[in-house]
């Protein structure tokens, strides 16, 4: 079946601007996670949904970030006046059930966004 | 704060020799670790994993140890192949944390042929 994906595959912005990115997780999948990857760091986890549930936020660096998932499927994550250290390499993942302890993740191949 | 650690940002080996690749980690919690595979233009797939109950676990040319008391893993690829060259990111978590994984920022390794 088909993967995790997201879209756009890269973005370049202008410093100011908001930017939309989004991720289709794989069909079924009830937990979605976004992850940032700057420059030379690991991935930094940003927010986890699960089902129905208060998504967990506390990963998200500022108020600028925000993210929803409709349906519980599809989830958008919005940058809103965007700055340059927020150039990174945005990824999306989804596990099967809850993304409980010991649970594969399964990665989109994410979102290039440059703010210049 | 760091928590999960790979101090070689890359490795180059020849093929059909040995890949060693580390991931240090502080927190004596965590208690599943996990090796991803990334290749440009992708996103990360999952290789294998360790649970703390264990010191080692193979999957075929893939075999990952863990010293707990060192709070030290390493995956090691042998033979390695052309087709291993790719980034790998170490992966942490603890039961406590449940769906919360911890990555380090990755070793490209390179395979010569």
């Known amino acids: 079946g088909a993967g995790v994906s997201q879209s756009p595959s890269n973005k370049v912005t202008e410093k100011g601007k908001d930017v939309e990115l989004r991720c289709d997780p794989i069909s079924g999948h009830t937990a979605l996670y976004w992850y940032r990857q700057s420059l030379g760091q690991g991935l930094e986890f940003l927010i986890y949904f699960q089902g129905n549930s208060a998504p967990d936020k506390s990963g998200l660096p500022s108020d600028r970030f925000s993210a929803e998932r409709t349906g519980g499927s599809v989830s958008t994550l919005t940058i809103q006046r965007t700055q340059q250290e927020d150039s990174a390499v945005y990824l999306c993942?989804?596990?099967?059930?809850?993304?409980?302890?010991?649970?594969?993740?399964?990665f989109g191949p994410g979102t290039r966004l440059l703010v210049l | 704060d760091q928590q999960v650690k790979q101090n070689s940002p890359s490795l180059s080996v020849q093929e059909g020799r040995i890949s060693i690749l580390n991931c240090d980690y502080t927190n004596s919690m965590f208690d599943y670790f996990l090796w991803y595979k990334k290749y440009p233009a992708e996103g990360p797939t999952f290789l294998i994993s360790?649970?703390?109950?264990?010191d080692k676990n193979e999957d075929g040319r893939f075999t990952v140890f863990l010293n707990k008391s060192a709070k030290h893993l390493s995956l090691h690829i042998v033979p390695s192949q052309p087709g291993d060259s790719a980034v790998y990111f170490c992966?942490?978590?603890?039961?406590?944390?449940?769906?919360?994984?911890?990555f380090g920022t990755g070793t490209r390794l390179k395979v010569l042929a």
């Open positions: 993942a989804s596990t099967e059930t809850s993304g409980g302890y010991q649970e594969t993740q399964y």
């Open positions: 992966a942490a978590s603890a039961a406590s944390g449940t769906y919360k994984y911890i």
């Open positions: 360790i649970s703390s109950i264990k």
